[in-house]
C-alpha cells in the first residue's frame, strides 16, 4: 500500500487478476466506477468529501484501464466479468455490501451491478448515463443505423484496433480533444459537426475542438495522459466492443426496473441526457426506489469533474438519506 494525497493505493485480487482501486475514510462502503476513457482519479473531489462526510469512498480503476489486469481477449470485457469485479472489490475489503456510484460506462457498470447482484450493492448512484432497462433491438444494429450518412462514434469504436490507429501515434492530443469535445465550456456549437458521429472513412479527432475545458488543469491531465499512453486505449475500447455479448448475457433482465435506491443526476449539456431523455421521463417506473434525478443546467459531460462541489453535495445528501 502507498500513500497519496487521495488516500491509499490497492491492488486487490479480482477474476481479472487484480483490480487497482484507492481508498480514503472510514464508514459504510461508497464504490466509485468510472468511465471512457477515465481512470480512479475522475474522483479525486468524491474521495476527500465522502471521506469527510463518514464513508469509505474507494474508486477504482475498471478492468482494462491503468493499474488493474487488462485481459487480452476482448470478451473479458462483458458487462457480467464487470460486475464480478466489483464483487470480488467488495469481498476483498471485507465488507458484505456497499452503494455503488458510476459515472459514464461506470454509470451502466453500477447500474447492472445493481440489477444483477442485489445481495451485494444496495443502492446505485447514476453521473451522465441514465438507466434505461435491458431489451430491445440488438445494440451493434441499431448503432450501425444511426449515422446515416457519417458513422455513430459506438459503431467506430466497435471495430477492433480501428480507433486504437487513430489515436495511438498522439494519445495526448486525442484525450485532450476527446474531453473538450464533451465539456460545455469547449464543446463545438451546434452548427459545427458533431463529435459523436465521424465522417465515413475518417477520424473522429478530426471534430475535436481545440483548447482544454476548464475543469481539467493540466497537473490533472498529465495523470490522465500518462496512464493511456503507458496501456494503450484497447482495453478501454473492449468495453464497446461487448455490447452486443451484453445484449445476450443480460437478456433475463430485459424490460427489468432498477428496484435498489438509485440516483441521478446529468448535465443539460451533455448528449447523454438530452439524446436519453425518454429514458429519465420513464424513471417513475423504471428506477422505483429513485431518490433524486438532477439535472445540473449549463453542465457537460464530465460532471463530477465540471461541478465537483455540486455533485458532492447531491451524493452526500443522497447517501445520508439511506436507509440501512
Not at 483490480?19 to 481512470?39: A, D, M, W
Not at 440488438?138 to 459506438?154: D, H, L, Q
Not at 498522439?170 to 464533451?182: E, I, K, N, Q, S
Not at 482544454?212 to 493540466?218: D, F, G, H, T, V
Request: charged share 20%.
Amino acid at each position: 500500500m502507498s500513500q497519496h494525497t487521495h488516500g491509499t493505493h490497492r491492488l486487490v485480487p479480482s477474476p481479472a487478476g487484480r483490480i487497482h482501486l484507492v481508498e480514503q475514510g472510514s464508514g459504510r462502503l461508497v464504490l466509485l466506477v468510472h468511465g471512457f476513457p477515465e481512470s480512479w482519479y475522475s474522483w479525486r473531489h468524491q474521495l476527500p468529501a465522502l471521506a469527510s462526510a463518514g464513508y469509505r469512498a474507494v474508486a477504482l480503476d475498471v478492468r482494462g484501464y491503468g493499474r488493474s489486469s487488462k485481459p487480452a481477449d476482448p470478451a473479458a470485457y462483458r458487462m457480467l466479468d464487470l460486475v464480478e469485479d466489483n464483487v470480488a472489490v467488495v469481498r476483498a475489503l471485507g465488507e458484505e455490501s456497499a452503494v455503488i456510484v458510476g459515472h459514464d460506462w461506470g454509470a451502466t457498470i453500477a447500474a447492472d451491478s445493481g440489477l444483477v447482484r442485489p445481495d451485494v450493492f444496495r443502492a446505485v448512484g447514476m453521473l451522465s448515463v441514465p438507466y434505461a432497462p435491458h431489451g430491445g433491438p440488438r445494440p451493434g444494429e441499431m448503432f450501425a443505423k444511426m449515422g446515416g450518412e457519417e458513422e455513430f462514434y459506438v459503431s467506430y469504436f466497435q471495430q477492433p484496433g480501428r480507433a486504437e490507429a487513430e489515436i495511438e501515434p498522439d494519445v495526448r492530443g486525442w484525450l485532450a480533444g476527446f474531453y473538450a469535445a464533451l465539456s460545455a465550456d469547449t464543446m463545438p456549437g451546434p452548427n459545427e459537426p458533431d463529435p459523436h458521429f465521424v465522417t465515413r472513412g475518417g477520424t473522429l479527432r478530426e471534430r475535436f475542438p481545440a483548447g482544454r475545458p476548464a475543469w481539467l488543469a493540466e497537473a490533472d491531465f498529465d495523470v490522465y495522459a500518462g496512464e493511456f499512453e503507458r496501456t494503450g486505449l484497447t482495453g478501454a475500447l473492449n468495453r464497446y466492443r461487448n455490447m452486443d455479448r451484453d445484449w445476450e448475457d443480460l437478456a433475463r433482465f430485459a424490460g427489468e426496473p432498477l428496484t435498489v435506491p438509485s440516483f441521478f443526476a446529468g448535465g443539460t449539456r451533455d448528449a447523454s441526457t438530452t439524446w436519453l431523455s425518454d429514458a429519465i421521463d420513464a424513471y417513475p417506473t423504471t428506477l422505483p426506489a429513485l431518490h433524486g434525478s438532477h439535472l445540473l443546467e449549463g453542465c457537460g459531460h464530465w460532471i463530477q469533474q465540471e461541478r465537483p462541489e455540486e455533485i458532492n453535495r447531491l451524493l452526500t445528501e443522497w447517501l445520508g438519506a439511506l436507509k440501512d
